[in-house]
């Protein structure tokens, strides 16, 4: 017999709605009780030996950080090599900072390389609860600085590079925006937050409205936020864990700030990106309606990822057509 749907599925489209039933038959125990190992199996995705957009080159890279040497993935577009350097965006995979690995964003990452004509180095950054705050900031740091230290290295503009990231790694990129910021660093020349979690206090409505949303629910949220921040922290974080507690976000890069409509983080996300406009930041925010979290990385199975691909991919040619203008 067929659960009843929960009435905050109601507003889930028909693909999305397949979608979610199958997740809820596959995954049947709640993250936060299978804990990070049975849950990182259960869940762990293979790509395929034909993705969906292949291309030329992809190549296997290896980041020297503080911690060590982490594995990355660097997306290069089909086509011609082109005469000067290419624009490039840091992509950071999303997974509550405990789940997530290159393969899971591997479709979406050849997909945004594809559409935009940037490069795009995708990150394994450490994860919780094995590497707590601020590991896989300090590794999503240090790979920035690497990659614009090694830029032309790989056919890179080391100007002409953005940050990105979907769920956790929206959450690091817009952190590691803020920290160059304050330190009066260079920044990225934009940065590209899907579903970002940014706030710690859980107190928005859509936490409430979307509590036992698909694949991301509240509870599940709460605990993998406890594995990012770490055992016995005493007092809270700091705005590089949790970006909503900056006292300002004047003079941050351009930003593009994309939401599902059925998302416990969705309101988080959207009051990021009005006190982003808020602040003079040009920020651009669309709400997908009919998704639940994670559409976005599942290139071929929500219509609405194709949309939201082509969101990013528009933002990103954006920044190549101002910056041409601005040296023209």
Known sequence: MTKPVPPSWEPLDADALLVAQAIAETLTTPVRELGA??????????????????????????????????????????????????????????GGFVLGTLDGVDEVCRAIAARSGWAVLSLEYRLAPEHPYPAAFED????LAWLRKSALDWG????????????????????????????????????VLVY?????????????????????TTADARWLWKQYIGPGRQGGVDQYAAPMKAASLRALPPTLVLTAEVDPLRDDAEAYAERLRH?????????????????????????????????????LRDITA??????S
């Open 156 to 191: 890179i503009d080391p100007d002409m590079i953005a940050v990105g990231g979907d769920s956790a790694g929206g959450n690091l990129a817009a952190a590691l925006c803020l920290h160059l910021r304050d330190r009066e660093h260079p920044l990225p020349v934009a940065q």
């Open 140 to 143: 999503s740091l240090d790979t």
């Open 196 to 216: 970002p979690a940014v706030d710690d206090r859980f107190s928005t409505p859509s936490w409430t409205q979307f509590a036992d949303a698909p694949l991301l």
């Open 37 to 94: 190992q049975a849950a990182r199996e259960l869940l762990a995705s293979t790509p395929s030996d034909r993705p969906l957009t292949p291309l030329d080159r992809v190549e296997a890279v290896t980041v020297p950080t503080r911690s060590g040497p982490l594995r990355a993935r660097l997306y290069h577009p089909t086509g011609s090599p082109a005469k000067d350097p290419r624009p490039a965006l840091l992509y950071l995979h999303g």
């Open 279 to 315: 602040d003079g930041v040009p920020t651009t925010a669309i709400r997908h309606s009919g998704v639940f979290h994670g559409f976005f990385t599942e290139v071929g199975v929500f219509a609405k990822t194709d949309t939201a691909i082509d969101d990013v991919a528009r933002h």
């Open 322 to 327: 101002a910056r041409a203008a601005s040296t």
